[in-house]
């Protein structure tokens, strides 16, 4: 639904903040020419800090794509705090359903910690860097992926991906290198061993969330990558 907005002020940068009539005076939505997301912000703490580089990098380009796993509607950012250029902390809700969702540590959490693949969670921020090709001095993960794909590096570089289940980040790292925008799936906290092992790369998005309801537009990717995933879920079929 239309707002109703009673000011506006342009400032250098973030393009057009507007004060809204509702909801109250200390929340804000801004819209920024090149990034038309609506983001809910409440200036506590440092506006250099959190706003202009939460608009400025890669929780933009992600939350652009993200879809609100009940319903599938578009979110909209609450509470942004930012850090290095993205987003660290905050609060998503969905402006079709009003459900809410934390962002912590620099990645959505759609799902509860506490799940089936707590275990796994568990194991790979012990073992985080025991598969990951630049930690192990090896080529294993890379020579599988490309093997069991069939995919040519050189038709890689500028495609989304959709990752599934990518744990600590082992062939996570392989689609960086190919210079693919990765947008990296798991159920349980591993992604926090993902996030450890390649940092606030440009090109990666996290999320912890359900492969059963994943939070994205049907066909949004060039392509979907899922190794070692499906054998430990509890209804493979679906």
């Not at 907005?5 to 005076?25: D, T």
């Not at 920024?32 to 990098?57: F, T």
């Not at 909209?76 to 009003?98: F, H, I, M, S, T």
């Not at 693919?180 to 390649?198: F, G, K, Q, T």
């Amino acid at each position: 639904a239309a707002r109703r907005q009673s000011r506006l002020k342009k400032m250098p940068f973030l393009g057009i903040i507007s004060r809204m009539a509702h909801p109250p005076a200390s929340i804000y939505y801004v819209s920024c020419p090149n990034h038309p997301l609506p983001v809910r912000w409440s200036p506590s703490g440092d506006p250099a800090n959190s706003l202009p580089q939460a608009k400025r990098h890669v929780k933009v380009k992600l939350l652009e794509r993200l879809r609100c796993p009940d319903c599938s509607g578009r979110f909209g950012l609450e509470d942004a705090v930012g850090e290095q250029g993205e987003v660290k902390e905050g609060n998503l809700r969905c402006g079709a359903c009003g459900a809410e969702y934390a962002i912590v540590n620099f990645i959505p959490r759609l799902v509860d910690d506490d799940n089936y693949a707590t275990g796994f969670g568990f194991q790979w921020n012990i073992h985080a860097q025991t598969q990951v090709d630049k930690f192990n001095g090896t080529h294993i993960t890379r020579d599988r992926f490309y093997d069991c794909t069939g995919w040519n590096r050189d038709e890689l570089a500028g495609q989304t991906i959709f990752e599934v289940g990518c744990g600590s980040g082992r062939f996570t790292q392989i689609m960086l290198d190919a210079g693919m925008e990765v947008y990296s799936l798991d159920y349980s906290n591993a992604v926090d061993a993902c996030l450890a092992n390649h940092g606030l790369h440009p090109n990666l998005h996290l999320v912890q969330g359900s492969v059963y309801d994943a939070p994205y537009d049907k066909g949004g990717f060039d392509r979907v990558f899922c190794f070692g995933v499906m054998q430990h879920t509890p209804d493979v079929k679906r």
